[in-house]
């Protein structure tokens, strides 16, 4: 593990091997953060909060308590994370927060907005500075205000030549990895 001298790690924090800590950053001491990672400058990891491995957090990211990010997963420069859905300075809402799940291989784009109490699917792709306020199936490439889907990823990042409903097989341009759409849902064909 890497921590600069300006960052805080509070006592009980687990951190995993070949985790960097940039600048002012603060990991509250429930945190457990996998091997890997790069926390950039300004971070702030709560203390009900789960990070996996080789999970890139950009600059000015909070990732409050009740957000798990899984492995692979990319939070882009300013960020947002929210852990209460209709908060209020003078009612005390922290009984309330609500659990947010981004899985494996997510990218979620410079200032863009995630609302507790989604999950966003595995490699999904939210674009710079969209509002997700419902849970994005898996692959789904997502933007605009509120977040729509207008396309599918590959798990390397490349657009794929899908269509968002119905059935087709498509490969992925860069890793000529195959993927088939089906029922509404994309997943990468093995074999």
């Given at each position: 593990?890497?921590?600069?001298?300006?960052?805080?790690?509070d006592d009980g924090a687990l951190v995993g091997e070949?985790?960097?800590i940039w600048h002012w950053v603060h990991?509250?001491?429930?945190a457990r953060i996998g091997q890997g990672c790069s926390l950039g400058q300004n971070v702030f990891v709560g203390n009900r909060v789960v990070i996996g491995n080789?999970?890139?957090?950009?600059?000015?990211?909070?990732?409050?308590?009740?957000?798990?990010?899984e492995d692979d997963v990319f939070c882009g420069p300013?960020?947002?994370?929210?852990?209460?859905?209709?908060?209020r300075s003078a009612v005390s809402r922290k009984h309330e927060y609500r659990d947010t799940l981004v899985k494996q291989g997510a990218t979620l784009g410079a200032n863009c907005t995630i609302v507790?109490?989604?999950?966003?699917?595995?490699?999904?792709?939210?674009?710079?500075?969209?509002?997700?306020?419902?849970?994005?199936?898996?692959?789904?490439?997502m933007v605009g205000v509120p977040a729509k889907q207008i396309g599918w990823m590959s798990a390397y990042g490349?657009?794929?030549?899908?269509?968002?409903?119905?059935e087709a097989d498509t490969t992925c341009v860069h890793t000529g990895e195959r993927y088939r759409l089906k029922g509404g849902e994309v997943q990468r064909i093995c074999g």
């Open positions: 593990m890497q921590v600069h001298e300006t960052a805080v790690v070949g985790t960097r990991v509250c001491g429930g080789n999970v890139k957090i950009q600059n000015n990211v909070s990732v409050y308590d009740n957000v798990i990010l300013s960020m947002v994370f929210t852990n209460v859905y209709n908060p507790c109490g989604t999950t966003i699917g595995c490699y999904a792709f939210i674009g710079a500075g969209a509002v997700v306020n419902r849970d994005v199936p898996d692959y789904a490439l490349e657009r794929l030549d899908l269509p968002l409903h119905g």
